[in-house]
């Protein structure tokens, strides 16, 4: 029996997230002895990596096969967890951001394209935010199993490695998933490879996003949106270790099992309340008359909650910061699927992938910026408070240049 594609796709993103070290990831580096500094150059240093190989990776897609792109980016995934596990000094660990950023970059725009390619094949093009914000909510549910998974791991197991190799195994069975996608998907297939057509199909997509202002504003509005969540959400990980010892009814286990019980009772709400926002953003678009008006009411909310984690990480109050990252988590799921649909409504079929790539590549900027910037401030101040100043900042520089008035942007030439 043939397996519906949509199943396919929500299976991708499902396994896709079983990345049992996610909730940890920063307390792994700390217990590393590496400081936040540090930690963001990693973060940083992995988006640089993502940056040199995203574009030309999402033309290689479209041009040889996005099919062969998922598997290897797959491939340098598993190469990743492999090297976290045996890491023992911070030169091996930025060996394990080197084939993160690699798997990134041949995974990020060119499933979207192939998701997109299949509804254009379906002809439900109309259906874009609805059907990659259902299959992103099932990204968001893989989510909330893993931190089940992960948060069982670290309890019974006390340490951080052995959640690195468990990884490894839904990321094979995603590799097998992918040969069940049809050929279609793959795009139109050059049968030899050609630096020429890979040069040619970038510089076009570059000049798109450069000289179309619809464009360029949209790789603007994802650099802060996307950028700025992608170097901050990490920060909620020291906090609910800070609240976890706190926690007078947990006293009677060691530290580490007392964080793995918060984080699992913080993170699997957060990413089963993500996968709703996810399936439901279409809504928000319909409530506002499309994705413009959707962007412009998210905007504003990201610099309230931005605002209100100033006083909340100056003050220490860990009730009220959780929360916040919460509803923030769940804004972006909200953001996402719309940003995502508005790329595409901007590029031609033969490209897609190439000018989600883009997105994918502005936002990696944005964090090779950002992500080391907050380790600095956060080590200077001593308090997480510069995180709030920073998001804050950015959201009112785009409210003040892309959203004082709701525009309706022209639709992208194709000619």
Same mark, same amino acid.
């Given at each position: 029996?043939?397996?519906?594609?949509?199943?396919?796709?929500?299976?991708?993103?499902?396994?896709?997230?079983?990345?049992?070290?996610?909730?940890?990831?920063?307390?792994?580096?700390?217990?590393?002895?590496?400081?936040?500094?540090?930690?963001?150059?990693?973060?940083?240093?992995?988006?640089?990596?993502?940056?040199?190989? $995203?574009?030309?990776?999402? /033309? @290689? !897609?479209? +041009?040889?096969?996005?099919?062969?792109?998922?598997?290897?980016? %797959?491939? #340098?995934?598993?190469?990743?967890?492999?090297?976290?596990?045996?890491?023992?000094?911070?030169?091996?660990?930025?060996?394990?951001?080197?084939?993160?950023?690699?798997?990134?970059?041949?995974?990020?725009?060119?499933?979207?394209?192939?998701?997109?390619?299949?509804?254009?094949?379906?002809?439900?093009?109309?259906?874009?935010?609805?059907?990659?914000?259902?299959?992103?909510?099932?990204?968001?549910?893989?989510?909330?199993?893993?931190?089940?998974?992960?948060?069982?791991?670290?309890?019974?197991?006390?340490?951080?490695?052995?959640?690195?190799?468990?990884?490894?195994?839904?990321?094979?069975?995603?590799?097998?998933?992918?040969?069940?996608?049809?050929?279609?998907?793959?795009?139109?297939?050059?049968? $030899?490879?050609?630096?020429? /057509? @890979? !040069?040619? +199909?970038?510089?076009?997509?570059?000049?798109?996003?450069?000289? %179309?202002? #619809?464009?360029?504003?949209?790789?603007?509005?994802?650099?802060?949106?996307?950028?700025?969540?992608?170097?901050?959400?990490?920060?909620?990980?020291?906090?609910?270790?800070?609240?976890?010892?706190?926690?007078?009814?947990?006293?009677?286990?060691?530290?580490?099992?007392?964080?793995?019980?918060?984080?699992?009772?913080?993170?699997?709400?957060?990413?089963?309340?993500?996968?709703?926002?996810?399936?439901?953003?279409?809504?928000?678009?319909?409530?506002?008359?499309?994705?413009?008006?959707?962007?412009?009411?998210?905007?504003?909310?990201?610099?309230?909650?931005?605002?209100?984690?100033?006083?909340?990480?100056?003050?220490?109050?860990?009730?009220?910061?959780?929360?916040?990252?919460?509803?923030?988590?769940?804004?972006?799921?909200?953001?996402?699927?719309? +940003?995502?649909?508005?790329?595409?409504?901007?590029?031609?079929?033969?490209?897609?992938?190439?000018?989600?790539?883009?997105?994918?590549?502005?936002?990696?900027?944005?964090?090779?910026?950002?992500?080391?910037?907050?380790?600095?401030?956060?080590?200077?101040?001593?308090?997480?408070?510069?995180?709030?100043?920073?998001?804050?900042?950015?959201?009112?520089?785009?409210?003040?240049?892309?959203?004082?008035?709701?525009?309706?942007?022209?639709?992208?030439?194709?000619?």
């Amino acid at each position: 029996m043939r397996i519906p594609m949509l199943f396919r796709f929500s299976l991708y993103g499902f396994l896709k997230n079983q990345r049992y070290y996610d909730p940890f990831i920063v307390l792994a580096f700390l217990g590393k002895g590496l400081s936040f500094f540090q930690i963001g150059l990693l973060f940083g240093f992995r988006e640089i990596c993502t940056n040199i190989f $995203e574009i030309p990776s999402g /033309a @290689v !897609a479209d +041009l040889y096969g996005r099919r062969r792109a998922m598997i290897f980016s %797959f491939c #340098a995934y598993i190469a990743s967890f492999a090297t976290f596990a045996l890491s023992n000094s911070l030169l091996m660990l930025f060996g394990a951001m080197f084939f993160f950023g690699l798997g990134d970059a041949f995974r990020t725009g060119t499933h979207k394209a192939m998701i997109f390619d299949w509804l254009r094949l379906q002809g439900r093009s109309d259906e874009k935010t609805k059907i990659y914000g259902f299959t992103r909510s099932w990204s968001q549910m893989g989510s909330a199993v893993s931190v089940l998974i992960a948060g069982a791991l670290v309890f019974f197991l006390g340490n951080y490695t052995a959640i690195f190799w468990y990884s490894i195994i839904p990321y094979l069975i995603n590799i097998i998933n992918f040969f069940g996608y049809p050929q279609e998907l793959d795009g139109d297939r050059q049968s $030899e490879f050609s630096l020429k /057509a @890979v !040069a040619t +199909l970038f510089w076009d997509a570059v000049k798109q996003s450069v000289q %179309f202002p #619809a464009l360029r504003r949209l790789v603007f509005e994802g650099m802060g949106f996307e950028g700025m969540y992608k170097a901050s959400k990490d920060y909620l990980q020291p906090v609910l270790e800070k609240a976890a010892i706190a926690l007078p009814i947990l006293l009677t286990i060691d530290d580490s099992k007392r964080t793995a019980f918060l984080v699992l009772v913080i993170y699997f709400p957060l990413y089963f309340l993500s996968s709703f926002a996810s399936r439901n953003s279409h809504r928000v678009s319909d409530w506002r008359g499309g994705d413009e008006g959707a962007a412009q009411v998210m905007w504003w909310t990201n610099l309230l909650l931005f605002v209100l984690l100033i006083p909340a990480f100056y003050f220490n109050w860990h009730p009220a910061i959780i929360a916040l990252f919460v509803i923030l988590a769940i804004l972006q799921n909200f953001w996402r699927p719309g +940003l995502i649909s508005r790329f595409n409504a901007q590029s031609s079929p033969e490209m897609s992938a190439t000018i989600l790539s883009i997105e994918g590549q502005s936002k990696s900027l944005a964090t090779v910026i950002l992500a080391p910037l907050l380790g600095w401030l956060v080590d200077t101040a001593g308090n997480f408070y510069p995180v709030g100043i920073v998001g804050t900042c950015i959201a009112v520089a785009i409210l003040l240049v892309y959203h004082s008035q709701l525009e309706v942007k022209p639709e992208l030439s194709t000619e």
